[in-house]
């Protein structure tokens, strides 16, 4: 890895120590809003950007999502922050060009310490990749992508096979800990894909209805009405 994904952020501050406003216009608005500048309008994408890197829940989220190379759009249907704000992240505080190769993005996941919940979440992305992040993330099916039925699957097999080891440890210990994790994670799962076939259901039924209108269509049934035994 050639630079840290923040390699930009660092590169504003020093600006600022240094005086040196940054010509690019996003790294100009942050320099602006790190100087205090209060006498000009800002960048509005500048300042979500830099809210949410101030944050840590939010900052772990968009920066796994980004890590495992999800695009804006995709980010955005999950967690509702606007194309916009999470191009002006991944450009001044997160930096996904920044890896290499999948190796570099592992090495970081896995040397990552700045908190407990980016750790687990950016080892999960990098293990799992950009579509368990949508299971794990997302509210509703609505935001989860076909492909996701195969980690649901994946999910659901993990939790089964975890809960078999926890029966062999004690309730408080991290193995059983996990365990109830990974079941919480497959209920979810399960419950967006229940709703995605339930959604199914009803269309298959309407279309029969349609094409089975027998009491007052014969064209689309292809029956007579006296011939239909009620």
């Not at 994946?154 to 059983?176: F, G, P, Q």
Request: glycine residues 2%; negative net charge; proline residues 3%.
């Amino acid at each position: 890895m050639k630079l840290t994904p923040n390699h930009r952020h660092v590169a504003v501050k020093q600006a600022v120590k240094d005086k040196k406003a940054p010509t690019n216009p996003l790294e100009n608005a942050l320099y602006r809003h790190l100087n205090g500048d209060r006498t000009t309008v800002l960048d509005e994408a500048v300042l979500y950007a830099h809210d949410a890197y101030s944050h840590t829940y939010k900052r772990e989220v968009l920066e796994s999502f980004l890590l495992v190379e999800a695009s804006p759009a995709e980010i955005q249907s999950v967690t509702k922050v606007p194309v916009a704000v999470v191009e002006a992240y991944a450009h001044l505080f997160f930096d996904p060009s920044a890896f290499c190769d999948e190796l570099d993005r592992i090495e970081y996941a896995y040397t990552y310490t700045k908190n407990d919940y980016g750790a687990d979440l950016k080892r999960k992305a990098v293990d799992y990749g950009k579509e368990f992040l949508k299971v794990r993330l997302s509210r509703s099916s609505s935001d989860i992508a076909p492909s996701a039925v195969m980690v649901q699957n994946e999910i659901r097999a993990t939790a089964y096979m975890l809960s078999a080891c926890a029966k062999t440890n004690a309730i408080d210990s991290d193995v059983s800990k996990e365990a109830r994790a990974w079941a919480q994670l497959a209920l979810k799962a399960s419950e967006n894909q229940e709703e995605e076939l339930a959604v199914a259901g009803v269309e298959e039924i309407m279309i029969a209805l349609e094409v089975k209108d027998e009491t007052t269509n014969v064209e689309k049934s292809g029956l007579r009405p006296e011939d239909i035994i009620h």
